[in-house]
């Protein structure tokens, strides 16, 4: 087998497409309307400039409130699967982007911003697509995640621009919510477990399925194994918890104030926001490259790799003094970055824990990721937008632990 070929298959394709859309809506329900809405419901509402501070904490905090939320919606899943939890989360998200949209509350809806983000974080950007990825693609998801995981570049790319277009951030967030209420709908007939449930085999194989099933079934047999305990007990668990976490907060760090940091050095809001979109536009090639480096040289390289690509995204928006050199080296760096996060991860803990090991191994470290992400925008928000070089300096120091941490991961082999 060809590892770094796309041959998915039909079905296979089907898959990456779907993660792709729940990639986009994660990003749309949390981090990437961070650079929008406070101001524009400042804005309409009539509340005041420390708003926006406090959406940075309040998404924070959402983010730590989603701790025990990773571990119920992860347990969820191992039972339910991932088209249930698909359907789930997009109803839940729908309701609470209507409630956003219409209360004249602020408490109300500082307290929907906590939810909106502890609920798709967990659901549409973690366990629903990542558990699929690795079940589909269990010897190819470095190159499945690459493709898949353009989602999150292609919605930076273009949600700013479209809720500018649509302007009143009423109307955006009921328009938001009606499509989670469609992407449910379409999750009952769209959405699959296994490839075995519609006569297709792990990485598009070209074996019978007969034999796929009954390597189904010693795989779900190894992943049963794995309990709480012996979880709890693997140091790749912490390793991955807490060394891919960190890169994840600095992703957040880099891209949730982008344009912010772009405007506080002189470039105008109109250039910053291309330059944000430009920044995503190379994400989406990113994506592609750390997945195709995941499948190539394996994921602990190529997370490697990224921290150290991720130090150098750090100096230049530390250094940045709004010359157009330096406003192009970051958009560069943070764009090539923002497509790799969201397969490395998932790739990572398949490779340790193996196909249908994911979902078990992800009740610990999901938590763990997902407390440590939501670090950043409490960093931000206690910090405060103003002094965004100081949240950087935080985020290097944590970049460089993420390195050391990373490099005593012990990848596994399984069938």
């Known amino acids: 087998m060809n590892n770094t070929k796309s041959n998915f298959g039909k079905w296979g394709w089907a898959m990456i497409i779907y993660c792709a859309i729940s990639y986009y809506m994660a990003a749309v329900l949390s981090t990437d309307t961070l650079n ?36 119920i919606f992860s347990i969820m899943a191992a039972k339910k699967g991932s088209r249930f939890m698909a359907v789930f989360g997009n109803v839940i998200c729908g309701i609470l982007c209507i409630i956003f949209a219409t209360t004249k509350n602020m408490g109300v809806f500082l ?16 366990v629903v697509p990542n558990n699929i990825m690795n079940i589909w693609f269990p010897h190819k998801k470095g190159l499945a995640l690459g493709w898949a995981s353009m989602g999150l570049p292609i919605c930076t790319a273009t949600i700013i621009l479209i809720l500018n277009a649509i302007g009143n951030p009423q109307t955006a967030y009921i328009i938001i919510g009606i499509a989670c209420f469609v ?46 305990g012996v979880i709890a007990k693997d140091k790749n668990t912490w390793l991955i918890g807490f060394g891919h976490g960190f890169l994840w907060m600095t992703t957040i760090g880099l891209v949730s104030n982008f344009v912010t940091k772009l405007i ?38 190529a997370s490697l790799i990224y921290g150290v690509w991720y130090l150098i995204a750090l100096l230049l928006m530390i250094f940045q003094n709004g010359s157009m050199i330096l406003i192009g080296l970051a958009t560069f760096f943070v764009g090539f970055g923002i497509g790799g996060i969201g397969n490395l991860i998932p790739s990572i803990i398949g490779t340790c824990f193996g196909r249908f090991g994911f979902i078990q191994a992800n009740r610990i470290i999901a938590p763990v990721n997902t407390a440590v992400r939501s670090t ?36 596994k082999t399984y069938e």
């Open 36 to 71: 929008w809405y406070p101001s524009a419901f400042a804005s309409l509402r009539g509340w005041g400039e420390g708003f926006v501070n406090l959406c940075n904490a309040m998404a924070g905090l959402g983010g730590w409130i989603g701790v025990a939320a990773a571990i």
């Open 111 to 126: 307290v929907i911003v906590v939810c909106l983000t502890f609920v798709s974080g967990n659901i549409q950007l973690n």
């Open 183 to 228: 992407v449910a709908v379409l999750s009952i007939f769209w959405a699959k477990d296994t490839p075995e449930e519609v006569g297709a085999t792990p990485d598009n194989e070209p074996i019978e399925h007969e034999q796929a099933m009954l390597q189904k079934e010693k795989q779900e047999a190894a992943a049963a194994k794995m309990t709480m």
């Open 264 to 301: 506080m050095v002189g470039t105008a809001p109109t250039l910053a926001v291309t330059m944000l979109t430009v920044a995503a536009i190379v994400g989406i090639v990113g994506s592609y490259i750390w997945g195709w480096l995941d499948q190539k040289f394996g994921t602990k390289n």
């Open 376 to 411: 950043a925008l409490i960093i931000i928000g206690i910090i405060g937008v103003e002094h965004l070089n100081t949240a950087y300096l935080v985020f290097f120091a944590f970049s460089v632990l993420a390195i050391i941490l990373i490099s005593f991961i012990k990848p």
